[in-house]
């Protein structure tokens, strides 16, 4: 007796010259691209990339904040008085102290080009940078012409320099200035 087959078991197929040049043309393909990829885009960017801007590019937003070509940081380890936060002059008149910090700011980066080394984000997401415009460093001179507090868990090196603008009457410091604890609350 002889066994009826249903159906036939489909034929093994070998593939073809083509298909296994097509699979060899995708993998080296592959292989190609992952070598010509730059360095830094799998991971391994630099921990504090540094953002430069020629004069032309750098804004002031405000005492603290700079804006380089279209990119916004903020200075890292110090805050300075907001826009419209009053402060008193040494004849005891009432003044803009957040629009005079970012007056200074404007002063020490006027005609300069700027190179900010990112240092981290703050609470909000924004890069906080290190700055130095023309060889002067703007963080530490904010902070040492009066003009900013220093941040003593985040940038303790700023503190002596507060504590030498305060003892001087410098910036704000010139109109028996006490500091908001709300300031640094704020970053």
């Not at 937003?61 to 804006?67: A, K, Q, S």
């Not at 001087?168 to 609350?185: D, K, M, S, T």
Request: hydrophobic fraction near 45%.
């Amino acid at each position: 007796m002889r066994r009826r087959r249903i159906f036939r078991p489909a034929r093994q197929s070998r593939p073809s010259g083509g298909a296994v040049f097509a699979g060899l043309a995708v993998i080296g393909g592959v292989v190609m691209i992952g070598f010509g990829l730059p360095a830094q885009l799998m991971g391994s960017a630099p921990r504090n990339p540094e953002w430069q801007a020629q004069p032309a590019e750098v804004r002031v937003l405000d005492g603290d904040t700079l804006r380089l070509g279209e990119r916004t940081l903020r200075l890292h380890g110090l805050a300075a008085p907001g826009r419209g936060q009053p402060c008193v002059d040494t004849a005891g008149r009432v003044y803009d102290c957040g629009a005079a910090a970012a007056n200074a700011l404007a002063r020490l980066v006027a005609e300069r080009a700027v190179t900010c080394r990112v240092q981290g984000r703050d609470r909000f997401g924004r890069p906080e940078a290190l700055c130095r415009a023309g060889g002067i460093e703007v963080n530490a001179s904010l902070v040492s012409d009066g003009w900013a507090l220093a941040d003593a868990a985040r940038q303790p090196a700023l503190v002596p320099l507060q504590a030498a603008a305060r003892e001087a009457g410098r910036g704000f410091w010139a109109g028996g200035f006490e500091p908001p604890g709300h300031w640094l609350a704020e970053r």
